[in-house]
């Protein structure tokens, strides 16, 4: 049985996306029109010059055919079991807020959360966003604004929101203080990895 007790790990992700695109035979230029951000900004994202928002990881990942968890995910078959200690997250810092993961980018089962931290004024980006399954948010701290099919839920410590993750969502955190929300996402298909399906428009 497969037991994850590892490290913290810190990923750079320029490289990492460099690499990426190398594996894949494609030059920056055509990477940049395939996702729709300018081959200068996807440049300085390589250079470590200028650190992607969220939603731009999620365009790069789509224009790749991959899941977003794997520009900071080490190659490994998912364990059965991940028991992980706060300093072992997975963490990727993206301007005004910080992803970690939970365990779902090493777990074999179909399940992902997440825990965002996100500076006043952070957010999701300028695009929706929309996936397979399902997704639940639980506001841990702050306040938060969550845009679902158009309508907007505000959230604070302690509410919560569940629904079908085909509606287009974002975020933002519209108070004065830094805003936690815990996320999951379930009820993907067995061969699926729920953040390949995430898509920016």
Known sequence: ?????????????????????????????????????????????????????????YKLANALDIPVTEFFEQKQDGMNIVNQKEAQRTRLSF?????????GELFSGNVEPFILTLESGGSSGPYTIVHSGDEFVLCLRGEIEYQVDKEVYHLKAGDSLLFRANLAHQWKNIGNKVANILIVLSGYSELEEPSKSHITR
Not at 13 to 35: M, P, V, Y
Not at 95 to 103: A, D, T
């Open 1 to 57: 049985m497969e037991i994850y007790n590892g490290d913290a790990r810190s990923i750079n992700i320029g490289d990492r996306l460099k690499e990426l695109r190398i594996e894949r035979a494609h030059s920056i230029r055509q990477l940049a029109n395939k996702c729709g951000i300018s081959a200068n900004a996807l440049s300085n994202i390589e250079r470590s010059q200028t650190s992607p928002n969220v939603s731009t990881l």
């Open 95 to 103: 301007p005004r807020g910080l992803w970690e993961g939970l365990g």
